[in-house]
């Protein structure tokens, strides 16, 4: 049942490749509800005993000769990943509801990139998955280089180049696992003793091909520059499912196949993990472009991840997948205000440039929704991030106790960049001029020079006309609402999704094996 | 051994000499040449498609000079495919003068091809190479309007004859090591000598040959000029026929002719004595053919480049050996050949349409004709190895096979450079595309497709979308063609 979302998908895309252009959109949306709908219907029915472990849908020889197998599967993890694809799919195709440049190629990419997403999610054939992989690589080119805003042909280049690299590195990690092993299906490779001397050159290879793709320090330049040059819904789908399929696809193949070598170089993942979120951080404090910052903050978040799959315990590592869906759900609701509420309307993204047009009274929805997702982002109790972040930390506590201290650090550097990035964008003082107000020297400071400006005072009592911004519509209310109500659900009743992922994780090799 | 026999065991050969000689009367003949004597050609290709199936399964004649195997019918068939589809694209309405003088050449290379696929012996195979080369040569300078068309010619020509020397040199050498010709006989022979000097001269100057055939580096210096100048089916010809008969010669010459001869230490860690020539012909031609590729600015000049880097993985499967690797090979080369065609009928297309193939002609195709467009970024990204074409599973077939081939995975470091071979490659592949997709139309482009109106036959577009649904099947279900290959090694 599950598996249709993947031919849905596709099915979808090809179809809307041959329709006029106005019903290009619709038909994403039909095709993305119905997968998300496939895979709630899929979450409602599965028992919580069935998700423990890798259960086949379909299992087809495909290849027989080299033992190849269209082979898909589910479990805990997988499903909520899927989840999270589906929405994030169905926001993006509402937050890009005005496309009217060549809207049929611009779903048609969409559409390939979230097919190819519920593929690795579903794939238990390490070949299925490392096509479903490589094949999400070629639409974000598009997506990007024909759509996209600023610096788009050099961000789309960097971006599709980055994550071939990765493939690439992944390719060598597949095939010594192939060829040692003689087997491409996931659970046999996961029984299957691989000698700790391969397992130690070839574990670090095949991780970090996949923690490319995740945003690992310092392989992670490509992200932040490629998610601001991507349409909004480019850089939804880029910062809510492509960068969970490199640190889903570490922990299926990289952790599980080869776990003597995940235990040898784990210390290092942690490190570089704890680094990216350090470092994200402290740049995004200094970003004056609000979808960069919302770029590094992503960077940020996937260290989060990092580090939950780096601490080896059941616990960090299920608190690694619940932030895989948080995260997901919340990046892609910030790059959806940024972009599509802020950018499309005030055509700036320049905080100064933002802070003084009093968007807070022109858009308050946006501004309510870039609220509640900062919110989220910054671990507040009540929004999945906090649920998230609180059982990476846990999990980080018992193996990495240092790393908590650092991280905690880190934490309050993203509170820092966050509440300055909403403060600056929605709450900033509004200048009588309406414009621009490029105050010298610390992008902290708003105020406008106060030579050819009234006193606050004044300015309180008679607010200066809001600048005339279209309203927002009530297709990106919706988006926004799907999201919100998402992070809002899990933040508040996380045991939804955990009760789920926590005994599929517990199910893996490589934590049985002892760690 | 009758005539008759023989005329049955050689009827595909047969068949395409009479469409040859048809065609080129009827040429000379008829007034709208053009149109029939491609329809004879595309025709007489077809039933000697026909005629390979109905042939035995398996026939010997001549002591290996004629050999019928479901191998070398496999190959047979997939090089008169390739044939058609040249045809097909030839076809046009303004095309060269005496168009079926060239058909007609076309259909004698592609003789030469069968002749060279279906032999085992070494003589035989050095007349295949020669009427294949030959036949070649003169379609390259087709194009007596375009001094480019000489000079490629020339350069083919001169730069071929040189390594057709080579390649007989070095096989009389092996002639006198083994005293027989028949590759069978002279790996039985090989195998109980040791490893003289001179038999090893004689085994470099024939894979020089080769390497020469298959454009790897440092021999593949014609294969710019000659593919951007020779006229474009006669390019596509080149790319793609060629190469996969020399590559089915060159793998049962290196693998049951040299196959027992064992090198003095192993190197490391590789198979058979030959295997580092032709690993660092490999090394060579990925790292050349890609870097050089980075700096083209013409479509086919790339393609050329591209063709290098290709040779060299393909080489990978020759240099891990064994059935599996010669299985990959012989995948890898066929997937490519298809592909090639393909991107240069677009090249075609493009160049009838703008009147150049350089990237600024290429730019806003998406515009001018979606289907080109989406086409080409089929075959493209095919070469370039990404999933779900055909390109994808035959790297990734290739590509394990080289990993288990050498102990101690003594070939990773190929497979490494080859892989990232690939990645570079992403880059120039990916700027076609982008010229294709999102760059506005030129105002030259524009207006001279308004002039010619599009021109764009019908049958062009068939062909192409039929090699472009070829190329995303392979992709899909590579088992197609990968089990008739296994099954026939």
């Not at chain 1, 299920?318 to 790059?335: T, Y």
């Not at chain 1, 919110?375 to 009540?382: E, V």
């Not at chain 2, 003594?410 to 294709?436: C, D, Q």
């Amino acid at each position: 049942m599950i598996a249709w979302t993947i031919y849905v998908t596709f099915a979808g895309a090809v179809v809307l490749l041959f329709l006029p252009g106005g019903l290009s959109r619709w038909i994403a949306l039909i095709t993305t509800i119905a997968s998300f709908a496939l895979s709630l219907s899929a979450f409602f029915q599965m028992s919580i005993v069935d998700l423990a472990h890798f259960n086949t849908i379909v299992r087809v020889p495909w290849v027989p000769m080299l033992g190849m197998n269209y082979h898909l599967a589910v479990d805990g993890i997988s499903l909520t990943m899927v989840l999270v694809t589906g929405l994030v799919a169905i926001a993006s195709v509402l937050f890009s509801w005005d496309v009217d440049h060549r809207p049929n190629e611009f779903f048609f990419w969409l559409l390939l990139v979230v097919g190819g997403s519920y593929g690795v999610f579903l794939s238990a054939d390490l070949f299925l998955l490392f096509l479903f992989y490589e094949l999400v690589i070629v639409p974000k080119y598009f997506l990007i280089a024909i759509w996209g805003s600023t610096n788009k042909e050099y961000g789309a280049m960097k971006l599709t180049l980055y994550s071939f690299f990765g493939g690439a590195l992944v390719f060598i990690g597949i095939i010594a696992a192939y060829v040692t092993a003689g087997s491409l299906d996931l659970n046999q490779l996961a029984e299957f003793q691989f000698p700790p001397q391969l397992q130690s050159w070839a574990f670090p290879v095949l991780f970090i091909g996949f923690a490319v793709l995740a945003g690992i320090w310092p392989l992670h330049t490509w992200a932040p520059t490629g998610h601001v040059a991507a349409p909004t819904a480019g850089s939804m789908l880029l910062a809510g499912i492509v960068m969970k399929l490199g640190s889903y696809a570490g922990l299926r193949v990289a952790m599980n196949l080869f776990p003597q070598g995940f235990q040898m170089w784990r210390n290092w993942i942690a490190v570089l993990a704890v680094i990216g979120i350090v470092y994200a951080a402290a740049v995004a404090l200094r970003q004056r472009d609000l979808k960069f910052v919302v770029g590094y903050s992503s960077v940020s978040h996937m260290g989060f991840v990092l580090l939950g799959l780096a601490t080896a315990n059941a616990l960090g590592v299920s608190g690694a997948v619940l932030q895989m869906f948080s995260h997901g759900v919340i990046g892609a609701l910030l790059f959806a205000v940024a972009g599509r509420m802020v950018y499309r309307r005030t055509h700036t993204r320049d905080l100064d440039a933002l802070s003084g047009m009093g968007l807070s009274q022109a858009l308050p929805f946006a501004a309510f929704s870039f609220v509640i997702a900062s919110a989220a982002s910054m671990g507040i109790p009540g929004f999945s991030g906090f649920a998230a972040e609180i059982t990476i930390l846990i999990g980080a506590w018992k193996t990495y106790p240092v790393a908590v201290w650092i991280t905690g650090a880190g934490m309050v550097l993203v509170a820092a960049f966050t509440l300055r990035a909403v403060k600056q964008s929605f709450f900033g003082e509004r200048s009588a001029l309406g414009g621009s107000t490029a105050s010298p020297g610390d992008a902290k400071s708003y105020s406008a020079s106060p030579t050819f400006v009234t006193s606050s005072a004044e300015r309180s009592i008679h607010p200066p006309h809001p600048p005339d911004l279209a309203p927002i519509t009530l297709v990106e209310k919706c988006g926004a609402c799907l999201l919100m109500f998402a992070t809002l659900a899990v933040g508040l009743y996380p045991k939804l999704l955990l009760d789920r992922i926590m005994p599929a994780v517990e199910a893996m090799r490589f934590l049985k094996s002892g760690s | 051994m009758s005539y008759l026999e023989l005329l049955k065991l050689a009827s595909p050969e047969i068949v395409v000499v009479i469409t040859a000689l048809a065609v080129l009367a009827i040429g000379l003949a008829s007034t709208r040449a053009s149109d029939i004597c491609s329809f004879v050609a595309a025709l007489g290709l077809v039933l000697a498609i026909g005629a390979v199936l109905m042939l035995p399964r398996n026939a010997t004649l001549f002591h290996g000079m004629l050999v019928i195997s479901p191998l070398n019918s496999l190959f047979k068939i997939i090089c008169l495919a390739l044939a058609f589809f040249t045809v097909l694209l030839a076809y046009a309405k303004n095309s060269l003068r005496n168009h079926g003088e060239y058909l007609a050449i076309i259909l004698l290379a592609t003789i030469g091809l069968m002749l060279l696929v279906g032999s085992e012996e070494l003589l035989m195979i050095f007349i295949g190479l020669e009427l294949t080369g030959l036949s070649l040569y003169v379609m390259a300078a087709f194009d007596k309007t375009d001094v480019r068309s000489a000079e490629a010619g020339l350069k083919y020509f001169l730069f071929g004859s040189t390594a057709s020397a080579f390649t007989l040199f070095g096989i009389s050498f092996i002639y006198g090591m083994s005293g027989t010709t028949g590759l069978a006989a002279v790996g039985q022979k090989l195998a109980t000598q040791s490893i003289q000097p001179l038999l090893f001269v004689g085994i470099v100057m024939t894979l020089v040959g080769f390497a020469f055939k298959i454009a790897a580096a440092p021999f593949h210096l014609w294969a710019p000029d000659v593919y951007q100048g020779a006229p474009v089916p006669s390019a596509a010809f080149i790319a793609s026929g060629s190469k996969v008969a020399s590559f089915v010669v060159l793998g049962k010459i290196v693998l049951v002719g040299f196959g027992p001869v064992h090198g003095s230490a192993a190197w490391h860690a590789m198979i058979a004595g030959w295997a580092p020539v032709l690993a660092v012909l490999a090394a060579l031609s990925v790292v050349i053919g890609n870097l050089v590729a980075l700096a083209q600015s013409n479509v086919r000049r790339l393609l050329a480049y591209s063709a290098v880097a290709h040779a060299g993985y393909t080489l990978l499967g020759l240099v891990a050996g064994g059935r599996d690797g010669f299985s990959a090979t012989l995948f890898y080369t066929t997937v490519y050949a298809f592909t090639l065609v393909g991107a240069f009928g677009v090249v075609a297309l493009v160049r009838r349409e703008t009147a150049g193939d350089d990237l600024q002609n290429f730019a806003g195709l998406w515009s001018r004709s979606p289907l080109l467009a989406g086409c080409m970024s089929i075959f493209m990204l095919s070469l370039a190895g990404l999933p779900p074409l055909a390109g994808f599973f035959g790297k990734f077939y290739l590509f394990s096979v080289a990993f288990r081939a050498g102990a101690n995975h003594g070939l990773l470091w190929l497979v490494a450079l080859a892989l990232f071979g690939s990645l570079v490659s992403l880059y120039y592949y990916l700027i076609v595309l982008k010229v294709i997709f999102t760059d506005q139309s030129g105002d030259a482009a524009t207006s001279i497709a308004a002039t010619l109106g599009s021109d764009i036959e019908l049958l062009q577009r068939i062909t192409l979308s039929v090699l472009a649904i070829v190329v995303l099947l392979l992709g899909i279900m590579p088992g197609i063609l990968l089990t008739q290959i296994a099954v026939s090694l």
